[in-house]
């Protein structure tokens, strides 16, 4: 019997500031991949779970709660490496719970063995869940997590 199709989905990939120096930005702790190589990573892995991926990376909060807002029409879940604001942002907090899409957070360091000040992250109360400390595979793990997630849903 042939297999059923997959059916299509499509997740909002969000990156946050500073997040556009990686490879160059403290190397011993986010790992030399450039922002342009964890791409290329989350695209091909979107290719085998066959879920399309659309990229955005912005310094700017308010660029990232637009897009965020926009998702709600064009995207089922998105994949959120806030950066710094995950420790300083009611106002993405807030975007994603009005939007109520699955969210998966990210985060190339674990936060939790760094500062203080990142232990708490606004994200996670609003996060389907939250991955933290493997580097560039923190991506990879979270867009499968998602995925996964988001096909089980539906
Ligand atoms: C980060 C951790 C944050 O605390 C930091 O501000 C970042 C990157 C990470 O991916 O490890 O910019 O989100």
Redesign the pocket.
């Known amino acids: 019997m042939p297999l059923e199709p997959l059916q299509f989905l499509s997740v909002l990939v969000l990156h946050?500031?500073?997040?556009n120096l990686l490879g160059q930005r403290e190397p011993e702790?986010?790992g030399s991949l450039t922002l342009a190589e964890i791409n290329h990573l989350l695209e091909e892995e979107g290719q085998n779970l066959q879920a399309e991926i659309h990229i955005v990376q912005s310094n700017h909060e308010g660029v990232l709660v637009d897009a965020i807002h926009a998702a709600s029409k064009k995207h089922q879940g998105i994949l959120i490496?806030?950066?710094?604001y995950?420790?300083t942002s009611v106002a993405i907090h807030d975007a994603i719970a009005a939007v109520n899409l699955p969210t998966v957070e990210?985060?190339?360091?674990n936060?939790y063995k760094?500062e203080a000040f990142?232990h708490h992250s606004y994200i996670a109360a609003v996060a389907i869940g939250q991955i933290?400390g493997f580097g560039a595979e923190?991506y990879r793990l979270g867009l499968q997590a998602l995925v996964h997630y988001l096909r089980k849903m539906s």
């Open positions: 946050g500031p500073n997040l702790i986010y490496n806030a950066g710094a995950t420790h990210v985060h190339l360091s936060i760094r990142r933290s923190s």
